[in-house]
């Protein structure tokens, strides 16, 4: 990944002509027009100020900001509650036609959310009254600051959350451990595919395995518990390197190595065992941050599945965790998933299944319900025709 470009954004405060560095992870465009508000600034004004497509650079209370957010929030989602319901009829619209509604939906709501800022000094000092300190946070997401800069309130908010992350770790069922994600990486709160990869018998010989994709190093961790004698990890995501390897020094694991890489290892011999849990929703990411779970034309899943034969073993085996979502969504078919193992000359020895229990395939109000309450996550064993 190349270093982003500095770009710095400009605006009038009184007399006064400004600038700072524009910082926004999720890759927002620098505001062309920028409002100043403050606590005496009234929910609907802010509101409609962010729709029409202003900046709101906030020079008020801390808490305060955070509580307009909240009411901007809730004056977003009321109208999308309220639509939802009435175009939740699958006769009228096509559950994918109602999927891409949705992702539409989140990326106005990010947007609009977005729009509201703050001006930090370096080191990300904030000096609005009752700020918390949000130094060490926004240094291990961002890293270094050596100037003021603008940036979204949500953006800090994703930092501190995902401090709190690291800091907690996360509980995997199952294994007696937590995995301590860090900010931009894919954070395995939802993990019922843990299972599968416990219950999934080695390959007879299990010197070498890949992980494609580590993201936290979880799957790497679990086939090194399980005796595999070395696992070489990779990801394209810079973050999710560090992210893993600070997991596997906590766990003392000394037979997983990283490499930073499109896809696979680099100067390995062939693997007996390559495990990838790609992103499953083949939709374009809206942001870096979306990258572990969208997957623009499913290009990920058919990378790996092309290139995966060429470092393989004789009796190797593949490991491809995937979730069934996207077919209940019909954004790609089973037929088709078949068809890309056909083409990649890889042949299925056995499917494990297990049906995701977290909150949001129960929520009957989700326009999605009928697709979600469906979904399957499959551990499928491919080897070489
Ligand atoms: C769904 S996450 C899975 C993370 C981890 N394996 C797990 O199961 O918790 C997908 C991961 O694939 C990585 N990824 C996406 N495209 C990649 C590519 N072309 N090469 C290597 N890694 C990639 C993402 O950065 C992300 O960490």
Redesign the pocket.
Known sequence: MLPKEKQYVHWQEGQLSRSALWLSESNQPAPARIVLVDDQTKADYAYRLACEGSALLWRGDFHNARQLLQAMARRIDQPVRRKSRKSANPTQQSISQLFHQQRQAQAQRARILGSVLLELDADYICQLRRAPELTSACQAAFGPLDEPCLIALRDLQGALGAAQWQEKGVPITGLNLSIFPHYG??A?TR?E?VQLLLDAPLPAQHDLAF??????G??AIILAQRGVKQVVA????PR?LTCAQENFERLKLAAVQLQQ???FPTEQPLANLIV?????LPSKPSSPLE???Y?ANSN?LR?FLQGAGAYLAPQGEIWL?LSDLAEHLELRSREQLLDWFAEANLTVNYRLDTQPKHGRSQDTTDPLHSARSAEITSLWCLSKN
């Open positions: 990486v894919f395995p993990h595919y992980d494609i994709g580590t993201g936290t979880l799957l990779t990801d394209i995501n999710a890489a499109d896809f990838c849990n790609p992103p499953w990258f572990a779970v997957d990920m990378g965790i």
